[in-house]
């Protein structure tokens, strides 16, 4: 099906961009990489009578190192952080994250504020962003917003975003030395969305106590979560097989899966949440003791 015919607009700043989303209102629809809005368009599940292209606003494209966190503009290409050494040496579940999310042609155009901002279960990005305790930044026709990631996710497809508003920054803290992540994704076939994906973040001390531990899963309830349980099952105790069995079931507990025609029953996904998490937490175990692929 063709889209309904819409007004371009292609503002040069982040103000242009906020002034004409405020002023056109619910008519009116920001347009990132495309890569989700483009085929809902197509569909005629979106039909806006605007869509305001930010690919020619500046300063929304960087991956930056500050201090003790990494900064990522919302326009910032799935591939450029999957190939971004930065991202390799502070963040490196992001760009094996990355590497997971559809093929490279949708990595090419795809964004990660269009991701998160889209509000898809099945998106790799949200778990990944909770596993590290990011955070976004909302530029809006006041003052901007900083939140809590956690705090970005209200339902499937509702961003945390008031009238006028775009995401325009992701903030990840940087994680400790004795760090190590992984995100495992279980997918029908290479290049598809997930049936189910963990993102696992994990923080030792000299004793191999856990110090800090970030769980976000994928496709398992109706936003990306954050497996809270599972997380402070581990705090404070030694990561070793006794505990990461616990927080395996604790986040299969906890995830929300629902019965899918494509992807399987939701007992099947809470059984693949529970596999994936204990793999996930094996991996990041051994990346931060130094070992781990
Ligand atoms: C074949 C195919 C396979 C895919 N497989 C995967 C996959 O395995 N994993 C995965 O995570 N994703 C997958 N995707 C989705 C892809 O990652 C998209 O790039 C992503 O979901 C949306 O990013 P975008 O930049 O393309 O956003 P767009 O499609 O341009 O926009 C998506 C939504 O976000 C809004 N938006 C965009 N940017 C902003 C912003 N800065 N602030 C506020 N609102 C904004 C738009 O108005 C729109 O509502 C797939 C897509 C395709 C076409």
Known sequence: MYVRSFQYLAPKTVKEAVTLLNKLGGEAKVIAGGQSLVPLMKLRLATPSYLIDLNRVKGLDYIKDQKNRILIGALTRHAAIENSDLIKEHVPIMAEAASHIADPQV??????????????????????????????????PRKD??????????????????????????????????????????????????????????????????????????????????????????????????????????????SKPTDDPLRGSAEYKRAMARVLTRRALKLALA???GGGA
């Open 145 to 254: 917003r900083v939140m809590k990631i956690d705090d970005f996710f209200i339902d499937t497809y509702q961003p945390n975003l008031k009238k006028g508003e775009i995401l325009t920054e992701v903030r990840i803290p940087k994680p400790q030395p004795n760090s190590g992540g992984a995100y495992l994704k279980l997918e029908r076939r290479a290049g598809d969305f997930a049936t189910a994906g963990v993102a696992a973040q994990l923080t030792l001390d000299v004793d191999g106590v856990c110090r800090y531990a970030g769980i976000g899963l994928t496709a398992l309830g109706p936003t990306s979560l954050r497996a809270r349980k599972a997380e402070k099952t581990l705090l404070g105790r030694k990561v070793d097989d006794n505990s990461i069995e616990e927080a395996a079931e604790a986040a299969a507990e906890e």
């Open 107 to 140: 990595r090419n155009l795809g964004t990660i504020g269009g991701s998160l901002a889209h509000c898809d279960p099945a998106g790799d990005w949200g778990a990944v962003v909770i596993a590290l305790n990011g955070e976004v930044k909302i530029t809006g």
């Open 287 to 289: 990346r931060a003791t």
